[in-house]
């Protein structure tokens, strides 16, 4: 159970906060192309997610969520960058066999990168929110909700604070807006079709000046406890828009409908957010507070 709480925390992160290399091809780094998949997630010293409806694409059925991570040093990334194109990239995890057993992750062909030991923050309580929510670490001391959050979270333009106690970590405030939730126009009946060639422009209502949108495709298929083999990540302003160039959509794996587990799944997912972020003991504490929702893909 705890290895299961933990790849929640650390995979939630790491595969699409911090998933870093910087081997690999590049496409075209184009002046949309961020440092890290978010525009600004990368460096952080931690990171509190608070999401309502979905958009992470972390596997359907997550739904709304709250989690935490602070680590000790920098953070571990599972993934490499081997493609990008605009404001999106590609980012491929290849397992490896560690002998003796890896106790982390391991990556081709035998590099153990254990899982990184995290700080404590003490207590985590969130306001601004249509419920009470507090975080407590768990073993480990990451933080992650274990469901029963409702599908709206917040309300739009709310003020969500999160109030650390401090333990490893001293006490701190930090703070975002809440984001109305996003929904994307090319899905049909909750499925999106990935195209067999040319690019993929991604549409979606009621553009927000203010905020972000990730668009995140995962694929499935990976054993329990493992990072996805791969994620197609593009980020940007609200716009209305984001296109995923042809190059990178033929780059990613094909993958069918029906999944036999959560986590098996491959998902497409959209998150509109807005970021805060604070100065905690030398480093910078972010908060991302988003809005979405994920769906079946289909890539043939």
């Given at each position: 159970?705890?290895?299961?709480?933990?790849?929640v925390?650390?995979?939630?992160?790491?595969?699409?906060?911090?998933?870093?290399?910087?081997?690999g091809?590049?496409?075209?780094?184009?002046?949309?192309a961020?440092?890290?998949?978010?525009?600004?997630?990368?460096?952080?010293?931690?990171?509190?997610?608070?999401?309502?409806?979905?958009g992470?694409?972390?596997?359907?059925?997550?739904?709304?969520?709250a989690?935490?991570?602070?680590?000790?040093?920098?953070?571990?990334?599972?993934?490499?960058?081997t493609?990008?194109?605009?404001?999106?990239?590609?980012?491929?995890?290849?397992?490896?066999?560690?002998?003796p057993?890896?106790?982390?992750v391991?990556?081709?062909?035998?590099?153990?990168?254990?899982?990184?030991?995290?700080?404590?923050?003490?207590?985590?309580?969130?306001?601004?929110?249509?419920?009470?929510?507090?975080?407590?670490?768990?073993?480990?001391?990451?933080?992650?909700?274990?469901?029963?959050?409702?599908?709206?979270?917040?309300?739009?333009?709310?003020?969500?604070a999160?109030?650390?106690?401090?333990?490893?970590?001293?006490?701190?405030?930090?703070?975002?807006?809440?984001?109305?939730?996003?929904?994307?126009?090319?899905?049909?009946v909750?499925v999106?079709?990935?195209?067999?060639?040319?690019?993929?422009?991604?549409?979606w209502?009621?553009?927000?000046?203010?905020?972000?949108?990730?668009?995140?495709?995962?694929?499935?298929?990976?054993?329990?406890?493992?990072?996805?083999?791969?994620?197609?990540?593009?980020?940007g302003?609200?716009?209305?828009?984001?296109?995923?160039a042809?190059?990178?959509?033929?780059?990613?794996?094909?993958?069918?409908?029906?999944?036999?587990?959560?986590?098996?799944?491959?998902?497409?997912g959209?998150?509109?957010?807005?970021?805060?972020?604070?100065?905690?003991?030398?480093g910078?504490?972010?908060?991302?507070?988003?809005?979405?929702?994920?769906?079946?893909?289909?890539?043939?």
């Open positions: 159970m705890i290895v299961v709480v933990r790849c925390v650390m995979c939630s992160i790491a595969e699409l906060t911090a998933c870093g290399g910087s081997g091809a590049t496409l075209d780094a184009g002046a949309d961020t440092a890290g998949p978010d525009g600004g997630a990368d460096g952080l010293a931690g990171e509190i997610i608070v999401v309502a409806g979905g992470q694409a972390i596997g359907r059925g997550l739904g709304s969520n989690s935490a991570s602070f680590p000790e040093g920098e953070p571990v990334a599972w993934h490499t960058e493609a990008r194109a605009g404001a999106c990239r590609l980012l491929e995890y290849e397992p490896g066999f560690c002998e057993a890896c106790s982390g391991c990556q081709a062909p035998g590099e153990c990168r254990p899982w990184p030991a995290l700080r404590s923050a003490g207590t985590l309580t969130v306001t601004g929110l249509t419920v009470p929510l507090a975080l407590e670490p768990l073993p480990g001391n990451g933080y992650a909700t274990a469901g029963g959050l409702p599908e709206t979270l917040f309300t739009r333009d709310a003020e969500v999160v109030i650390a106690s401090g333990a490893d970590l001293p006490a701190f405030t930090v703070t975002a807006s809440g984001v109305a939730r996003a929904t994307t126009d090319v899905a049909e909750g999106v079709t990935l195209p067999p060639s040319g690019d993929l422009v991604v549409t209502p009621d553009p927000d000046a203010d905020a972000r949108v990730r668009v995140t495709v995962t694929a499935g298929g990976q054993f329990h406890g493992l990072p996805s083999p791969s994620i197609l990540v593009c980020d302003p609200d716009t209305g828009s984001l296109t995923m042809a190059a990178l959509v033929a780059a990613f794996p094909p993958v069918g409908r029906g999944c036999a587990k959560q986590h098996d799944c491959s998902s497409f959209v998150l509109r957010y807005r970021r805060g972020a604070v100065a905690v003991g030398g910078e504490i972010g908060l991302l507070v988003g809005s979405g929702t994920d769906y079946e893909v289909v890539h043939e």
